[in-house]
């Protein structure tokens, strides 16, 4: 009796013994040798590999660039419950950008020299890409920049995963002019080099079109007194008022409209914004904004498959009452088009991932399907969305197919 049931847990044991060997040999090859994927002394182990998150968390930027913490988050999340990147989990080292370019430069060394991570999901404002970009390409670094942007940039060291200027401005321009008729223009925003590069480009192209710009201004980051500028704009009466006002400024801008007797929702005003997403109306309040345009590819209230999943997946995440804006949505697609080069390459290596990410498509993306041209942006539609009350928006218009992404369109730069 005694010698079967040493022999029973004898067999018992061996049992165990395959499985475990079994579960490494399965492990082994989930996870390739890490001298075989990290060549280049980045922070990757047996079992994990590590990321920066670069945005701002504090100052006027916080209101727009907080969701797109939260994207990149529930993304990793995700990434990690189907088993990681070739076998490792993803860490995350966040660095506060404190809505300051000279931070974002700092904040970016320091996650690619000291912290040696082997991508960053990172910026908003262009002012801050454009001061952490010398340091990516002195470093080697991979940069996926989450917003719609001026375009008149190309790096092998970032992926724009938001639209450039024919995506968002020309088209968007042209949708106004054709669907309101629209002859006089008055273009506006805040004071660094997105605003002022988009509306450089909204001017050419108003004037191609044989039509007048009667004012444009612009105003410092967090400022909140628009009375005069209200002003100038009902004694010019454009038939757009097309708005690049960013980050907290959105919230008095628009309520001091409203209560100057601008009624964006009365139909004899309007305005076309490319800045104002979900998120900043969650700081101006429906009320404030109702009847505004904005031209976007991806708006909160898509109807797809992808996006229904999306929205409930970040709202289980993040909670019932959160909103998700077009750079919310496109950060999301950072860690994905990161993971999936990653594992095209079979390396985390920066110059491996560089030359396997054109082509690289996500066909579970919320806004549809993406793809990465070669010159590192994505091919995207271009959406016109109604602002609601609630603070969302309504579809009202699509291109039927994909826009090539032309971040240098002639005469334009």
């Given at each position: 009796m005694m010698k079967?049931?040493?022999?029973?847990?004898?067999?018992?044991?061996?049992?165990?013994?395959?499985?475990?060997?079994?579960?490494?040999?399965?492990?082994a090859q989930a996870a390739p040798e890490t001298a075989k994927v990290n060549t280049t002394g980045l922070a990757v182990t047996d079992t994990t590999v590590t990321v920066g998150i670069l945005h701002s968390v504090t100052g006027t930027m916080a209101i727009s660039e907080t969701g797109?913490?939260?994207?990149?988050?529930?993304?990793?999340?995700?990434?990690?419950?189907?088993?990681?990147?070739?076998?490792?989990?993803?860490?995350?080292?966040?660095?506060?950008?404190?809505?300051?370019?000279?931070?974002?430069?700092?904040?970016?060394?320091?996650?690619?020299?000291?912290?040696?991570?082997?991508?960053?999901?990172?910026?908003?404002?262009?002012?801050?890409?454009k001061a952490v970009l010398p340091v990516f390409e002195q470093y080697d670094g991979m940069l996926y920049y989450p917003t719609f942007y001026e375009g008149l940039e190309q790096s092998p060291n970032v992926i724009y995963t938001g639209q450039e200027a024919t995506q968002q401005i020309i088209a968007g321009i042209d949708w106004v002019v054709k669907e309101k008729g629209a002859k006089t223009f008055y273009l506006l925003g805040s004071d660094y080099i997105w605003p002022r590069t988009s509306n450089k480009i909204a001017r050419k192209h108003i004037e191609k079109l044989g039509l007048t710009v009667v004012g444009e201004e612009y105003y410092p980051l967090g400022h909140t007194q628009f009375n005069s500028l209200i002003n100038k704009?009902?004694?010019?009466?454009?038939?757009?008022?097309?708005?690049?006002?960013?980050?907290?400024?959105?919230?008095?801008?628009?309520?001091?409209?409203?209560?100057?007797?601008?009624?964006?929702?009365?139909?004899?005003?309007t305005l076309l914004t490319i800045s104002v997403t979900e998120d900043e109306i969650r700081g101006i309040g429906g009320e404030n904004i109702v009847g505004a345009y904005a031209a976007m590819k991806y708006f909160q209230s898509l109807p797809n498959e992808n996006n229904k999943k999306f929205v409930e997946a970040f709202k289980a995440m993040w909670g019932k009452d959160i909103?998700?804006?077009?750079?919310?949505?496109?950060?999301y697609l950072g860690p994905w088009l990161w993971k999936a080069a990653v594992e095209k390459a079979g390396s985390f290596d920066?110059?491996?991932?560089?030359?396997?990410?054109?082509?690289?498509?996500?066909?579970?993306?919320?806004?549809?399907?993406?793809?990465?041209?070669e010159n590192h942006h994505l091919w995207s539609k271009t959406r016109i969305g109604l602002a609601q009350a609630d603070g969302q928006y309504k579809l009202i218009f699509e291109t039927k197919e994909l826009m090539e992404p032309d971040p240098f369109p002639k005469g334009y730069q």
């Open positions: 079967k049931l040493e022999k029973t847990r004898s067999g018992a044991r061996a049992g165990i013994a395959l499985v475990l060997a079994a579960l490494a040999t399965s492990v797109s913490v939260q994207a990149e988050k529930l993304a990793i999340k995700q990434i990690n419950d189907m088993g990681g990147v070739l076998g490792r989990k993803i860490e995350v080292i966040q660095e506060d950008g404190a809505s300051d370019w000279p931070t974002f430069a700092e904040k970016s060394r320091k996650l690619l020299v000291k912290d040696k991570v082997a991508a960053v999901f990172g910026c908003w404002t262009s002012a801050s890409r704009i009902k004694l010019k009466k454009p038939d757009v008022i097309y708005a690049i006002v960013v980050g907290g400024s959105n919230v008095a801008f628009y309520k001091q409209l409203k209560a100057a007797g601008i009624d964006l929702a009365s139909g004899k005003w909103v998700i804006g077009d750079v919310t949505q496109a950060a920066i110059p491996a991932v560089r030359k396997a990410s054109p082509g690289i498509e996500l066909k579970t993306a919320p806004e549809g399907y993406v793809r990465i041209h």
